[in-house]
């Protein structure tokens, strides 16, 4: 689903940001991407979703390498990958229903019917049905968060990418939110999760990506090493 | 439209739709956006209002004197005599003479009108509008010449050609000399069309102040959005989706900026009515001013949309590329 190849980024001054960073996310796999601040994890994202282009290398999504893709396509490859941010973007004069229905608005081939049938699925899938009217600011962080994460799935994308989605949330709440992903994952949703969060990823067992001063230090499992690493790292 | 994953996989964004219905939902959507950008104006409405108000005044001032040389130069086609020619005849020529050369004058090209005044005809004017005509009775004979009262087509009543067939007539035999008071003609033709320079340029530069007010005020709207713009650019939209809505916005500035100038025209009008009204009464004419008819209004809400457009398109390209994306 996503493949690095060989991937440096070097930001204008002189900044390595990524060196050499290969690893391979296979399709309907969940992983974790995690380091310290600044080892890279941000950087990466931004590869992904096409706010920052590599400067060596090349980076795959479903076999389409994104070097290929022009300026003008980007806003139409962006519909295919569902995006979670840390302060969860919400608009905040908006109310929970028009933020999660922007991306279908955005895509502008559905009906009303559709959008709002499409919105309150999604919501219903986050447990927020019942504050589809509300303006976000009456939500709590966790349920702001869970209402970002609507708006990234509402229109289906085979691929999900959260930066620090818990980074704001207590354990408790952070649990919920991983679980959420979990059953997006479930049903072949492949999901990639930065955060620093290093407890979170012990117990969840997943596949962790360890970036450190921009290299991949770790392709497994965080802690547990009963499973050897299972996607087709450093190809 | 997928471009990372095609229709059969995994269900991405598996809606396709027929071009016709994606035509639909485009000029739904863009009915929404065109209703949507006008909340815009309503969320800063003491900033909408000065804008508004600014450009209103400023298209004001062209309209106004528009206006202005419109009316002066229905004054200069109701003055039709000024352009009138006096041709006064030789003494001494017969009726048969007289005849041929009305024909001839008659199938001039430059000539709209020939009307013939006979030495009694010009004795009997005199006397009526002169107010001494018992004056004349004394004399033996009529002194008074008999004449021709030329009316030029409308091109040759301007200063120049006017001018120029008055010599042509000048060399016609039967005529003596001929009249044309042609000094007050070209003051008034030079000072028609020195306002019409004045509006010309005096527009230009109030509506280029115009697009550069909707700009900035455009660029401020795209500046207080900057948060919603970076989303909306990470969950896929493309620039020109962002730019529409601002760009109906500096349109609906426009249209409301140039309704404000016609509220204004047509007050100023109003106003200057009763004080027109009371000279021209004192002069015994019958003049009123003629204010801005429908399609002169269409055509300032046309030039003021247009203008709005203009400065929002131009503001919208600058700015909301700059607005680049991050992940917090």
Known sequence: MIKFEQVSKTYPGGFRALERVSFHLEKGEM?????????????????ISMIERPSIGNVFINGKNLNQISAKQVPFA???IGMIFQSHRLLQEHS???NVALPLVIEGTYTQGEITKRVHAALDKVGLLSKVRLLPKYLSGGEQQRVGIARAVVNKPPLLLADEPTGNLDPELSKEIINVFQQFNDVGVSVLIATHDLGLIARMKNRSLTLKDGRMINDGLAVDDEKSSTGGMFL | MSILFSK???????KSVNPLQKFIYFWIHNLRQIITSIGEIWRTPLASAMTIGVMGLSLTLPATLHIIVKNVQSINLEWDSASEISLFLNDGLSEQQISSAIRRLRSYDEIDELRYISKDDAVTEFKSLSGFGEALDYLESNPLPASFIVTPTKYHKQADPAKALLAKLEKEREIDFGKLDIDWLARLNAIVSMLEEAVITVALLLMISVVLIIGNTIRLSIISRKEEIEVMKLVGATESFIQRPFVYTGIWYGLMGGLVAFLIVTFVIWWMQSAIGEISGLYMADFHIEGLTFSEFGALMLIASGLGFIGAFWSVHRHIKEIEPDLD
């Open chain 2, 8 to 14: 059969d996989s995994s269900g991405a964004n598996a």
């Open chain 1, 31 to 47: 992983a974790f991407l995690t380091g310290h601040s600044g080892a890279g994890k941000s950087t990466l994202l931004k590869l």
């Open chain 1, 96 to 98: 929970v229903f028009d």
């Open chain 1, 78 to 80: 962006r519909r295919d």
